[in-house]
């Protein structure tokens, strides 16, 4: 948790610029709407993680007054969106995670999801399965769900692909949660017994894909500046595999 922590605040800063970027944003920090509402730390940092929103100081010679949030342009959404897919480009692959091993076939569960919807993982065979699991107070999963939101669009209508997100908290805390953050994977809610019990997962977010044939192609935990450029990659080149 503490490595994933302080991924976050690395990429927090991203959206700042050098000086901002010495200053330590976290739940103390101020971050007001140009009419002076000021910001929840869930919120902001939400806002910032859709790539739409950036900051800037209320006096930059007074950076400890805090921030102003404000929408993006969309030539500076244009600027800022090209800016960070040429870095996750560049961004070596992830470190694998502890909890799995590549070429591996992991053992299965079975659960439902929010909807109800049965889903018994070693009857997934012949899909490319993508696996999250995520709890609703951790930072860095919360940032990165508007980057994989994007992802499930992209292949809403491909039947050969199914998010699951297994959360730790229950189905109401997850509710109450989403009204303010949408999560697009399929959630299994009270999933501790998956993500604790069966893998041993204690570091959050940790990703898992596993081929057609049930077998982990990309596995790791935290969130870094090549995370969801590497899942993106994984993605293509299983569903393009024969």
């Not at 959206?15 to 970027?21: E, I, R, S, V």
């Not at 007054?65 to 600027?79: A, C, H, R, T």
């Not at 990165?144 to 297994?166: G, S």
């Amino acid at each position: 948790m503490k490595n994933s922590l302080l991924l976050f605040s690395m990429l927090l800063c991203l959206f700042l610029n050098a000086q901002t970027k010495q200053l330590k944003m976290d739940a103390n920090t101020i971050v007001k709407d140009s009419a002076g509402t000021v910001y929840q730390y869930a919120i902001w940092t939400h806002l910032l993680s859709t790539n739409e929103y950036s900051l800037k100081f209320i006096d930059r010679n007074h950076p400890d007054e805090g921030f102003i949030i404000y929408k993006l342009s969309e030539d500076e959404k244009n600027k800022k969106n090209a800016a960070a897919e040429a870095r996750a480009a560049k961004a070596p692959k992830p470190n694998e995670s502890k909890f799995f091993t590549t070429g591996q076939t992991i053992s299965s569960f079975s659960a439902k999801d929010m909807e109800g919807n049965k889903y018994v993982l070693k009857d997934l065979k012949g899909k490319v399965v993508v696996l999250n699991f995520w709890f609703v107070n951790c930072g860095p999963c919360r940032m990165e769900m508007p980057q994989l939101n994007k992802i499930v669009d992209q292949y809403k209508d491909n039947p050969n692909i199914v998010f699951l997100a297994i959360a730790l908290d229950e189905k109401y805390e997850i509710e109450e949660f989403m009204k303010q953050i949408p999560f697009k994977y399929h959630i299994i809610d009270g999933g501790r017994y998956i993500a604790q019990g069966k893998y041993g997962i204690n570091l959050y977010p940790t990703h898992v894909i596993l081929d057609k044939d049930g077998v982990v192609t990309f596995h790791t935990s935290g969130v870094g500046p090549g995370t969801i450029h590497w899942i993106q990659k994984t993605i293509d080149t299983l569903l393009t595999a024969n």
